[in-house]
């Protein structure tokens, strides 16, 4: 079962406009969300984060929206450049995972969206 | 230099082989992880690791075991290989345990079993 859903398998955006990737969760009890970037043959990079007592967090080109009651965030990227092809991951978390006895540990990934960015 | 390497980078054998993929990491982190990524692109966790405590994913066959030396290095051994168990391997590392750790990533291990 997916708890981490990108509906999206690819995105393609001229370059210079907005890009815009969605990402559905299905646990209640994901409180930490992330974005990665990967590019191909490498690791995931870490893009950006924010906590669920926030709606909103900014740094530099990138801005994620968390919209808690439809278990809905997004990532903004403005304006999009072409060394942002990649394929993006949404990733979530537990807090109470973390105490002593939680359980298990680690993030949960949603498939991720390739974005294309064209010139 | 490279933050958070694997090796190998690639890795083919046969079913039933045992084999093991190594990792380091030279961040000072105190946390590791190993990922799997199979044929439909999901990322799962397999394992964490954090000063001396062992975090198991219940879905993981104990085939797996993970095994650290010292903090920068978390291994994976893996017994009796199957088919199933072709797939890239992530190894990741945060400096703290905790839902808010950015987490770094290797660049993967793509092993096929034949």
């Known amino acids: 079962d997916q708890q981490v859903k990108q509906n999206s398998p690819s995105l393609s955006v001229q370059e210079g406009r907005i890009s815009i990737l969605n990402c559905d969760y299905t646990?209640?009890?994901?409180?930490?969300f992330l974005w990665y970037k990967k590019y191909p043959a490498e690791g995931p990079t870490f893009l950006i984060s924010?906590?669920?007592?926030?709606d909103k967090n900014e740094d530099g080109r990138f801005t994620v929206f968390l919209n808690k009651s439809a278990k809905h965030l997004s990532l903004h990227i403005v304006p999009s450049q072409p060394g942002d092809s990649a394929v993006y991951f949404c990733a979530a978390s537990v807090s109470a995972f973390y105490l002593p006895g939680g359980g298990a540990d680690g993030l949960t990934f949603g498939k991720g969206t390739h974005l294309i960015i064209q010139p | 230099d490279t933050a958070v390497s694997q090796t190998p980078k690639y890795l083919v054998t046969q079913m039933g082989n045992d084999k093991s993929i190594k990792c380091e990491q030279n961040l000072g982190h105190d946390t590791m992880y190993w990922y799997k990524q199979d044929s439909k692109k999901f990322l799962k966790i397999m394992f964490s690791y954090n000063n001396k405590e062992l975090i198991i994913n219940e879905t993981v066959p104990n085939r797996f075991s993970p095994k650290s030396p010292d903090k920068a290095h978390l291994n994976l051994h893996i017994n009796s290989l199957e088919l199933g168990d072709s797939a890239v391997y992530f190894c990741?590392?945060?400096?703290?345990?905790?839902?808010?750790?950015?987490?770094?990533f290797g660049d993967g291990t793509r092993l096929s079993i034949l």
């Open positions: 646990n209640s009890m994901f409180d930490y």
């Open positions: 990741a590392s945060s400096p703290r345990r905790g839902p808010n750790q950015p987490q770094h």
């Open positions: 924010i906590s669920s007592i926030k």
